[in-house]
């Protein structure tokens, strides 16, 4: 699996409904300065919309193999992350 | 804040996800994915799954692996293993329920909501040793719940049916589930794989000895990339659908 892009979605959502933008958006890739040897990530923040047509900023990670850029593009696995596990963007009250 | 097991939102942060990592020109990620998830990330993966073809365009997914998913929601919240898993789940659901479908979180007794938002809304893990106080919290949830049948409650009732899992799928799918699973029921898990298998859907059957619901996904890793890696290769999926 070492040539997959690993994608994680982490679900949070960071901004109250944003109108009208074009889900699946990148809006910011900021890279992520330690990481596994041989490896690049970026966290980043993008563009979904629910059920209703509500559109939401929300986050997630990037990992790529650092080495050149292939011809071929990579396959993407997305890890599903779950709710309890992304303290770092969870909000206690 | 989470949206806890509401199925389209969670599938189309993912389809947009892919989207977005696209935009990345050093990741050279492409259009052709799989997607992975544990337990709630699990019941993500294969609502991914479900929406794939209508609000994936322009995507491929090749395959769906879930660890410990909920499945037919209304099974899973009756039939978890262990009472405070139970109550910790029914909390996790109706607080985020209540915020994304915007219902008041009237349940149990007075004190019931209260008790229900602070425990989901501290990102108390599934997993971890609850603190004291969460684990009062706990006791007098199953105490306030001992006669709720959360999934024959309205307006529970229709995002519990909202949010199941349907038993389809257009991509072969992995399930590993820990034959002891507190928290997500096995039983639950296996018919829906059976269901699956009815609907003619080669399912790949991961069966973990144990009980632990946290390490679903880490136990069965090895088999369940080398699974994702031959989806993507083309191979043939291998089906369990005998022996599940």
């Known amino acids: 699996m070492r040539s997959t892009v690993l994608l994680i979605s982490l679900l949070a959502i960071l901004a109250d409904p944003a109108s009208a933008q074009p889900a699946g958006r990148l809006i910011a890739a900021d890279p992520v300065v330690e990481t596994p040897a041989g490896m690049q990530a970026w966290r980043v923040r993008y563009l979904t919309t629910d059920d209703r047509g509500r559109s939401s900023e929300v986050t997630g990670m990037v990992v790529a193999p650092r080495e050149a850029v292939p011809r071929q593009a990579r396959p993407v696995l997305a890890w599903t992350h779950e709710p309890g596990a992304p303290r770092s963007s969870a909000r206690p009250r | ?244």
């Not at chain 2, 994915?33 to 544990?38: D, L, M, N, S």
């Not at chain 2, 491929?60 to 037919?72: E, I, K, R, W």
């Open chain 2, 1 to 244: 804040m989470h949206p806890y097991l509401v199925g389209t939102v969670t599938a189309r942060s993912v389809l947009d996800a892919v989207r977005a990592a696209g935009a990345i020109p050093g990741a050279a990620a492409g259009r052709r994915f799989a997607v992975w998830g544990e337990s709630q990330g699990g019941h993500a993966a294969l609502w991914t799954g479900q929406l794939a073809r209508v609000d994936g365009a322009g995507l491929q997914l090749v395959g769906v692996a879930a660890g410990a998913p909920p499945t037919d929601l209304a099974g899973n919240f009756r039939q978890a293993g262990n009472a405070n898993a139970k109550a910790f789940l029914t909390a996790l659901a109706a607080d985020s329920w209540s915020r994304y479908y915007g219902v008041p979180l009237r349940l149990g007794a007075r004190r019931t909501p209260g008790i229900m938002q602070r425990m989901a809304r501290n990102c108390v893990s599934v997993d971890s040793t609850p603190r004291l106080g969460a684990l009062l919290g706990i006791l007098a949830l199953r105490q306030d719940l001992r006669r709720v049948d959360f999934p024959a409650t309205a307006p529970w009732s229709s995002y519990v049916a909202a949010n199941s899992a349907s038993p389809v799928s257009q991509v072969p799918v992995l399930i590993a589930q820990a034959r002891a699973d507190p928290l997500v029921a096995p039983a639950v898990t296996r018919q829906f794989a059976r269901r699956l298998c009815a609907n003619r859907v080669p399912v790949r059957w991961i069966d973990l000895r144990g009980k632990d619901h946290a390490t679903t996904a880490r136990q069965s890793a090895p088999e369940t990339l080398q699974w994702i890696e031959a989806r993507f290769a083309g191979a043939r999926a291998p089906t369990d659908c005998g022996p599940i």
